[in-house]
């Protein structure tokens, strides 16, 4: 019987390799995303027959394949893998799979899943904030130069590492939510920083008045396509939020077509934040719930 194997160093190459050539712009079809989130999901994969399969062994849930596979094989990874039939999902089925399947039907259940949209903006729209969706951006972008006319822009370097590391801790500290991917988002950061040139991760951050106030850390999915993996800013700092999105996006400039900010796990206020910016595509899916009875 074939195993899942947890996401290691080791396996970067060959993972970005394959989903680089057959994975979609959904931010959790990222090496880094699997590696920073991996002890916290219990991410794991394998490779079988020339397909990819990618598993949160928390959820019990797959993502789908990479190249897809038909339904009533689909339908087969729990013994094929020796994994548990109840509620077994699959996320992320598009919903050209679905119609290109309508065989799903007999093998799962097909459920809408509102928190798995990934929020993709134009990076050149992120760094012009044209028209009048995005104007209360740029105001706020206007009083924060204003008000720290000689902040800086620096790359982040291992150097101001734990310094960055801080500032997540204390906007986690003061976000309360009984979501998983918020009460354990600083465990995700830690790792990130633990790791970070070594999984391929890039990041900047924002020092006014002496002091760091805001940082983001990302990473190319693709030649068109960057995942911004944490955002954070001092809330205490107005516009800080604002301007590290605006400098993220002129330094990618160039670089890639797509931002992906990714998901706002059915938050409110996060859906809310995300939203504000007016994303240019929401890339959304369906959840696949096993019918166990008929396995």
Not at 38 to 43: L, N, R, S
Not at 251 to 259: P, Q, Y
Request: proline fraction near 3%; charged fraction near 25%.
């Amino acid at each position: 019987m074939t195993r899942f194997i947890q996401v290691g160093l080791e396996h970067r190459d060959r993972i970005e390799t394959e989903l680089i050539r057959h994975g979609g712009l959904c931010c959790e079809y990222s090496f880094q995303n699997l590696f920073n989130w991996g002890q916290i999901y219990d991410a794991r994969w394998a490779e079988l027959d020339g397909t990819m399969y990618l598993y949160y062994g928390l959820e019990n849930s797959l993502l789908m394949p990479v190249p897809n596979i038909p339904p009533e094989e689909l339908a087969r990874v729990p013994d094929t893998f020796g994994l548990s039939k109840d509620d077994f999902t699959v996320c992320h089925a598009t919903e050209g799979y679905i119609a290109a399947h309508p065989d799903v039907h007999e093998h799962f259940v097909v459920e809408d899943d509102d928190q798995f949209f990934d929020y993709v903006h134009s990076i050149d729209r992120l760094a012009e904030l044209k028209g009048s969706k995005l104007a209360k951006k740029k105001n706020l972008i206007s009083q924060f130069t204003r008000n720290n006319p000689s902040y800086e822009c620096r790359p982040i370097v291992p150097d101001i590492y734990e310094e960055c590391f801080r500032l997540a801790e204390k906007w986690c500290t003061i976000r309360t939510c009984e979501h998983i991917g918020i009460t354990h988002e600083k465990s995700a950061i830690r790792r990130a920083f633990d790791h970070f040139e070594v999984i391929g991760l890039e990041g900047l951050a924002i020092f006014a008045s002496g002091g760091l106030c805001a940082f983001s850390v990302f990473s190319m999915q693709n030649a068109e396509t960057f995942i911004e993996h944490f955002e954070k800013a001092d809330t205490g700092v107005k516009g800080a939020a604002q301007i590290i999105n605006w400098e993220t996006a002129k330094h990618l400039r160039g670089k890639a077509k797509f931002l992906n900010r990714e998901q706002d796990l059915g938050i409110e206020g996060l859906r809310k934040a995300k939203s504000s910016y007016d994303p240019d595509v929401l890339i959304g899916g369906k959840t696949l719930k096993l019918k166990v009875n008929t396995h």
